[in-house]
């Protein structure tokens, strides 16, 4: 290998372009890294970053462009070999295998002598000031200690060329410390960061270099210092970016019928792992929308409230009768309904039916010992021609569908108990722009039939043309409460990065 010059990019990307399908994802990328950068890279929802990364790491391959490590062409078309040239990427979702224990984790594909790895597995540790039994399974973990986990694997492999996506979003404040701790340490040794977040004060405490993506493209970069928040927030919000300002076409406000605004949910004082002292209420035919980036505690509510996590303090009243922490199907038949932002993990069983997939969370209501099959298929029935959901048969298994479709079966399930609020948690991630518009048109139509809704988004787009009034959480708090007229990308993009 030639030796590297000091004015030699460790890494460069040249015209890096990626489609899937008719859809361009990356259009064009130039972008260097030098010994010793943190370089934050930021954009909305759909930008492209984390495509970026992924065609490093040899996870996806790149459409067009090259790849040069130190001046010399490489090819990084699989994860084996971009490790072999010092690049790591530490997924934002942590990856660990379930039934290994911490320390099989963390080593997993190094060849060496297991006590020199344990030494050095035990250094780091001490570093994160992480105290733990190196033999317990990773399904005991928390998230935050998984990711601990996935960025100490990083770490381990010494490799020049580190990929955080999004490394703090479950991490403790005194963990987040730890860990700009060890990145200060580790630019000291000549290793570059790429840095993916949205949490602008990290981008300003840890990196050197800034920058912002917009629809596939890099619309501004530079030294961070040469930067305010404002300024990246403005970058963020720029009107060249194609994706700003979409509107879907769903259902007419015209067409609302007159509802009688009552109080269904009210949430008080309330905290949980991730989230503390929310307030706020739910009125029937009303969307509440809630923004706020990765880590910012929306899930985590949402989970809480719908009795998968107890809560540990506060209050949740549904039409004035206190029902905080009741278990989950108590909450489905007092009339509360969650669609997950996971649905492959959460959302759906892959291998079973349609029909069976929409009723799973009624089967008390249409079964006395055995499951009333003709009842089943008249509910499936009903959610696939309302929601226009494109399958087969009902017999069909849900993992065939595509994305969207699998999207519809999955709220044709939450409405088939009747709730009166119902929780949408990313609902038109991942779904194309006809499914989106489907979906758009179901939310609509509920809130038409008085029924209250949470739309957890981070697609700030959808909380501007859908919601009624939007709260933004930043950092497990309410940063903000916005009012219809004052429901902005400006207004949304500045709380959720906590301006």
């Not at 703090?168 to 290793?191: P, R």
């Not at 990246?232 to 970016?241: F, G």
């Not at 409230?305 to 949740?316: A, D, N, P, R, Y």
Request: charged share 25%; hydrophobic share 40%; net charge neutral.
């Amino acid at each position: 290998m030639v030796s590297p010059k000091k004015d030699t990019p460790m890494l460069s990307m040249k015209d890096i372009h990626k489609s899937f399908g008719e859809n361009k994802v990356l259009k064009g990328i130039n972008l260097d890294i030098y010994d010793g950068d943190i370089i934050s890279i930021i954009g909305g929802n759909g930008a492209g970053k984390s495509t970026l990364m992924k065609i490093l790491m040899g996870i996806y391959s790149a459409d067009k462009g090259e790849v040069y490590i130190n001046g010399e062409l490489k090819d990084l078309s699989t994860p084996s070999l971009a490790i072999s040239n010092g690049i790591y990427l530490v997924p934002q979702e942590p990856l660990l295998f379930q039934n290994m224990n911490i320390f099989e984790n963390i080593i997993l594909g190094i060849e060496g002598d297991k006590g020199v790895l344990l030494k050095e597995v035990e250094l780091l540790l001490l570093k994160f000031d992480w105290k733990v039994d190196l033999k317990r399974k990773a399904y005991t973990l928390s998230i935050a200690e998984q990711q601990i986990v996935e960025i100490m694997r990083g770490l381990l492999r010494k490799s020049k060329i580190l990929i955080l996506d999004e490394p703090t979003s479950t991490l403790t404040f005194k963990e987040t410390k730890m860990l700009f701790e060890l990145i200060k340490d580790l630019i000291k040794e000549g290793v570059g960061i790429f840095y993916i977040t949205h949490r602008l004060t990290e981008v300003f405490e840890i990196t050197n270099k800034v920058v912002v993506m917009c629809d596939g493209k890099i619309t501004l970069s530079g030294e961070t210092s040469s930067f305010t928040k404002q300024m990246l927030v403005d970058a963020l919000l720029n009107n060249k970016c194609e994706n700003n300002n979409i509107k879907f076409g769903a259902t007419s406000e015209d067409n609302i019928i007159d509802i009688e605004k009552t109080k269904i949910l009210e949430v008080e004082k309330y905290s949980g792992y991730g989230f503390n002292n929310l307030n706020f209420s739910v009125y029937s035919g009303e969307i509440l929308g809630i923004a706020g980036v990765v880590g910012a505690g929306r899930t985590e509510f949402a989970t809480t409230l719908f009795g998968i996590e107890k809560s540990t303090s506060g209050e949740v009243y549904l039409n004035g009768k206190k029902i905080t922490d009741r278990p989950t199907k108590d909450i489905i038949e007092l009339g509360i309904n969650y669609v997950p932002e996971d649905r492959y993990l959460n959302g759906i069983f892959k291998i079973i039916p349609i029909s069976s997939n929409t009723t799973s969370c009624i089967l008390k209501k249409i079964s006395k010992i055995f499951i009333n099959k003709k009842t089943e298929n008249q509910i499936a029935t009903k959610y696939v021609k309302n929601f226009n959901t494109k399958i087969s048969s009902l017999k069909q298994e849900i993992g065939e569908l595509s994305g969207g479709n699998q999207q519809k079966i999955i709220i044709g399930r939450a409405l088939s108990s009747g709730p009166k609020v119902l929780i949408l948690d990313e609902p038109t991630r991942g779904i194309d722009a006809g499914a989106r518009i489907d979906v758009y048109n179901i939310i609509k139509k509920l809130k038409q039939e008085g029924v209250g809704i949470i739309l957890i988004s981070s697609d700030l787009d959808e909380i501007v043309e859908l919601a009624d009034k939007a709260l933004v959480m930043h950092q497990g708090k309410i940063q903000e409460n916005f009012e219809k007229d004052k429901i902005t990308l400006d207004n949304l993009m500045k709380a959720s990065y906590g301006i």
